[in-house]
Protein backbone atom coordinates (compact mmCIF):
# COMPACT_ATOMS: atom_id res chain seq x y z
CA UNK A 1 0.00 0.00 0.00
CA UNK A 2 2.89 2.31 1.28
CA UNK A 3 4.78 1.56 -2.44
CA UNK A 4 1.47 1.95 -4.38
CA UNK A 5 0.90 5.35 -2.72
CA UNK A 6 4.65 6.84 -3.24
CA UNK A 7 4.26 5.60 -6.89
CA UNK A 8 0.90 7.92 -7.25
CA UNK A 9 2.50 10.96 -5.48
CA UNK A 10 5.68 10.37 -7.60
CA UNK A 11 3.45 10.25 -10.36
CA UNK A 12 1.07 13.28 -9.23
CA UNK A 13 4.02 15.25 -8.74
CA UNK A 14 5.89 14.77 -12.16
CA UNK A 15 2.38 15.20 -14.04
CA UNK A 16 1.78 18.60 -12.05
CA UNK A 17 5.88 19.60 -13.20
CA UNK A 18 5.21 18.98 -16.66
CA UNK A 19 1.49 21.09 -16.73
CA UNK A 20 3.88 23.93 -14.85
CA UNK A 21 6.27 23.77 -17.21
CA UNK A 22 4.01 23.81 -20.26
CA UNK A 23 1.87 26.92 -18.73
CA UNK A 24 5.63 28.39 -18.75
CA UNK A 25 6.29 27.73 -22.04
CA UNK A 26 6.30 31.40 -23.41
CA UNK A 27 3.91 32.14 -26.08
CA UNK A 28 5.08 35.29 -27.39
CA UNK A 29 8.07 34.93 -29.15
CA UNK A 30 11.02 36.51 -31.30
CA UNK A 31 9.37 34.63 -34.72
CA UNK A 32 6.06 35.54 -33.76
CA UNK A 33 7.08 39.38 -33.30
CA UNK A 34 8.90 39.19 -36.44
CA UNK A 35 5.04 37.34 -38.37
CA UNK A 36 2.98 40.41 -36.35
CA UNK A 37 5.40 43.08 -37.76
CA UNK A 38 5.86 41.66 -41.53
CA UNK A 39 1.67 41.19 -40.92
CA UNK A 40 1.27 45.23 -39.94
CA UNK A 41 3.80 46.16 -42.95
CA UNK A 42 1.35 44.04 -45.56
CA UNK A 43 -1.57 46.16 -43.82
CA UNK A 44 -0.18 49.51 -44.85
CA UNK A 45 0.79 48.43 -48.07
CA UNK A 46 -3.58 46.86 -48.33
CA UNK A 47 -4.54 49.94 -47.39
CA UNK A 48 -2.61 51.94 -50.30
CA UNK A 49 -4.16 49.18 -52.45
CA UNK A 50 -7.61 49.66 -51.80
CA UNK A 51 -7.04 53.64 -52.19
CA UNK A 52 -5.38 53.19 -55.48
CA UNK A 53 -8.25 51.14 -56.42
CA UNK A 54 -11.11 53.62 -55.53
CA UNK A 55 -12.08 51.28 -52.79
CA UNK A 56 -12.85 52.13 -48.74
CA UNK A 57 -9.52 52.67 -47.93
CA UNK A 58 -10.53 54.43 -44.40
CA UNK A 59 -12.49 50.96 -43.48
CA UNK A 60 -9.12 49.22 -44.62
CA UNK A 61 -7.39 51.37 -42.33
CA UNK A 62 -9.74 51.01 -39.37
CA UNK A 63 -9.43 47.72 -39.41
CA UNK A 64 -5.49 48.07 -39.87
CA UNK A 65 -5.92 50.22 -36.63
CA UNK A 66 -8.14 47.24 -35.33
CA UNK A 67 -5.70 44.41 -35.79
CA UNK A 68 -2.68 45.93 -35.17
CA UNK A 69 -3.13 48.64 -31.81
CA UNK A 70 -4.27 48.47 -28.36
CA UNK A 71 -7.12 51.03 -28.52
CA UNK A 72 -9.99 49.96 -26.59
CA UNK A 73 -7.48 47.64 -24.85
CA UNK A 74 -4.88 49.62 -23.51
CA UNK A 75 -2.95 52.48 -23.41
CA UNK A 76 -1.06 53.12 -26.77
CA UNK A 77 1.81 55.36 -27.10
CA UNK A 78 2.12 55.96 -30.76
CA UNK A 79 4.37 58.95 -32.41
CA UNK A 80 4.59 58.87 -35.94
CA UNK A 81 6.91 59.54 -38.62
CA UNK A 82 5.37 62.26 -40.87
CA UNK A 83 3.92 64.09 -37.53
CA UNK A 84 5.61 67.49 -36.06
CA UNK A 85 2.51 69.91 -34.57
CA UNK A 86 0.20 66.97 -33.44
CA UNK A 87 3.06 64.66 -32.65
CA UNK A 88 1.33 61.82 -30.56
CA UNK A 89 -1.67 60.00 -31.77
CA UNK A 90 -3.12 58.23 -28.35
CA UNK A 91 -6.53 57.58 -29.61
CA UNK A 92 -8.04 55.77 -32.42
CA UNK A 93 -9.35 58.90 -34.61
CA UNK A 94 -6.04 60.49 -34.55
CA UNK A 95 -4.00 57.35 -35.99
CA UNK A 96 -7.17 57.16 -38.57
CA UNK A 97 -5.92 60.72 -39.18
CA UNK A 98 -2.57 59.79 -39.75
CA UNK A 99 -2.76 56.92 -41.93
CA UNK A 100 -5.47 58.44 -43.98
CA UNK A 101 -5.60 62.10 -43.61
CA UNK A 102 -8.81 63.52 -42.23
CA UNK A 103 -9.40 65.17 -38.74
CA UNK A 104 -5.42 66.30 -37.97
CA UNK A 105 -4.51 69.21 -40.05
CA UNK A 106 -1.05 68.03 -40.83
CA UNK A 107 -2.18 64.37 -42.15
CA UNK A 108 -1.66 63.84 -45.91
CA UNK A 109 -2.69 60.31 -45.39
CA UNK A 110 0.48 57.78 -44.68
CA UNK A 111 -1.06 54.63 -45.96
CA UNK A 112 -2.29 55.85 -48.97
CA UNK A 113 0.85 56.81 -50.36
CA UNK A 114 0.67 53.81 -51.71
CA UNK A 115 3.85 51.77 -50.58
CA UNK A 116 4.37 48.15 -52.46
CA UNK A 117 6.24 46.27 -50.08
CA UNK A 118 7.89 47.16 -46.61
CA UNK A 119 10.81 45.27 -45.69
CA UNK A 120 12.79 45.42 -42.35
CA UNK A 121 15.86 45.28 -40.70
CA UNK A 122 15.55 44.43 -37.03
CA UNK A 123 18.07 45.66 -34.44
CA UNK A 124 16.86 43.38 -31.91
CA UNK A 125 14.09 42.19 -30.51
CA UNK A 126 13.39 41.83 -26.38
CA UNK A 127 10.67 40.28 -24.31
CA UNK A 128 9.81 40.34 -20.93
CA UNK A 129 6.36 37.87 -20.35
CA UNK A 130 3.92 39.04 -22.35
CA UNK A 131 5.35 42.67 -23.62
CA UNK A 132 8.04 42.50 -26.40
CA UNK A 133 10.24 45.55 -27.87
CA UNK A 134 11.70 45.27 -30.97
CA UNK A 135 13.86 48.14 -32.80
CA UNK A 136 15.81 48.87 -35.95
CA UNK A 137 14.65 50.05 -39.50
CA UNK A 138 11.50 49.40 -42.34
CA UNK A 139 11.53 50.43 -45.50
CA UNK A 140 8.47 51.40 -47.51
CA UNK A 141 8.91 50.52 -51.11
CA UNK A 142 7.42 52.81 -53.58
CA UNK A 143 5.78 52.64 -56.47
CA UNK A 144 8.65 53.92 -58.56
CA UNK A 145 10.85 51.44 -56.48
CA UNK A 146 12.89 53.34 -54.83
CA UNK A 147 12.59 52.71 -50.72
CA UNK A 148 12.19 55.00 -47.97
CA UNK A 149 13.57 53.98 -44.79
CA UNK A 150 12.17 54.89 -41.31
CA UNK A 151 13.39 53.96 -37.53
CA UNK A 152 10.89 52.15 -35.57
CA UNK A 153 10.29 51.32 -32.24
CA UNK A 154 7.66 48.75 -31.74
CA UNK A 155 6.12 47.85 -27.74
CA UNK A 156 4.04 45.01 -28.97
CA UNK A 157 1.98 43.33 -26.04
CA UNK A 158 0.39 40.01 -26.10
CA UNK A 159 -3.18 40.80 -24.91
CA UNK A 160 -5.33 38.46 -22.33
CA UNK A 161 -7.23 36.56 -25.52
CA UNK A 162 -3.75 35.63 -27.39
CA UNK A 163 -3.32 38.33 -30.17
CA UNK A 164 -0.54 40.75 -30.16
CA UNK A 165 -1.31 44.69 -30.26
CA UNK A 166 1.00 47.47 -30.44
CA UNK A 167 1.08 49.80 -27.30
CA UNK A 168 4.07 51.48 -28.37
CA UNK A 169 4.74 52.84 -31.65
CA UNK A 170 7.49 55.42 -32.42
CA UNK A 171 8.97 55.90 -35.89
CA UNK A 172 11.13 58.96 -37.60
CA UNK A 173 13.33 59.60 -40.48
CA UNK A 174 17.11 58.96 -40.23
CA UNK A 175 18.82 61.76 -38.85
CA UNK A 176 20.72 64.12 -41.73
CA UNK A 177 23.80 66.04 -40.51
CA UNK A 178 22.79 69.66 -42.02
Known amino acids: MIKT ?3 ATAATLALTAGMAAAAQEPTLTPDRVSDF ?6 GIVKI ?3 HTAGGDYRQAARQ ?3 DFYAYGKDIVLFKP ?3 SQDQFRGTFDEALSYFVGGSIEEDGGFAIAPYTNVRWENEGTSISGDI ?8 FTTTDGSEVKVEYTFGIQEMEDGELKIVLHHSSLPFTPG
Open 48 to 50: GEV
Open 132 to 139: AFAMGNYF
Open 64 to 66: HIL
Open 81 to 83: TLA
Open 37 to 42: KTAWGE
Open 5 to 7: TLT
